[in-house]
Structure formats: structure tokens, C-alpha cells
């Protein structure tokens, strides 16, 4: 099940990337769903996701205060990869 979770987050990130540019934003929510597939198994994106909001401190407030209304998955995405909340959030389980 994890290996179908990956090929299927993978290739949403993928295809999505590709038609990102088209006038119907259907790319960017198919690279949100791929990143809330990915996201919370491989540590590598986890860091990636964080130096980028680190970097864009604005973008970060904005997602974390939306947050706490978004979906479980896309939920936690945020939340593991929050900079202001250090390198492990949550992972004291």
C-alpha cells in the first residue's frame, strides 16, 4: 500500500507540474494532492517543503493559518513542514 501511495503522490507531483502553466489550475491541485501523498513518508521532501517556507516567511504565515481548515492529510503537510515549529513536529509519538 505505502509503494502504491508513493508511485500515486509521484506521479500526481509529476503530470501536475507539467500542466501547472494551463489556465484551469487543475496542475496545482494535482501537485497539492501529490505533496499530501508524499509528504509525510519521505523526510527528504519534508525538508525541502520547510527551507522553502523558511525562505518565504509570508507564504508560511498564510498557510499555517489556514490550516486548521484544511483536510486531515493536507493538514498534517502543513504541519511537519511548518520551519517555526523545528525539525521533528509531532514526532515525539
Request: glycine share 10%; charged share 15%; aromatic share 2%.
Amino acid at each position: 500500500m505505502l509503494l502504491v501511495r508513493l508511485t500515486a503522490g509521484w506521479l500526481l507531483i509529476g503530470v501536475g507540474t507539467v500542466i501547472l502553466p494551463t489556465p484551469v489550475p487543475i496542475g496545482l491541485v494535482m501537485v497539492i494532492v501529490g505533496l499530501a501523498l508524499v509528504a509525510p513518508r519521505s523526510r527528504t521532501l519534508q525538508g525541502w517543503l520547510r527551507r522553502r517556507r523558511a525562505a518565504h516567511p509570508g507564504l508560511s504565515r498564510r498557510l499555517a493559518a489556514m490550516a486548521p481548515r484544511l483536510p486531515g492529510a493536507a493538514r498534517r503537510v502543513l504541519e511537519i513542514t511548518d520551519p517555526a515549529a523545528g525539525a521533528n513536529p509531532g514526532r515525539a509519538e
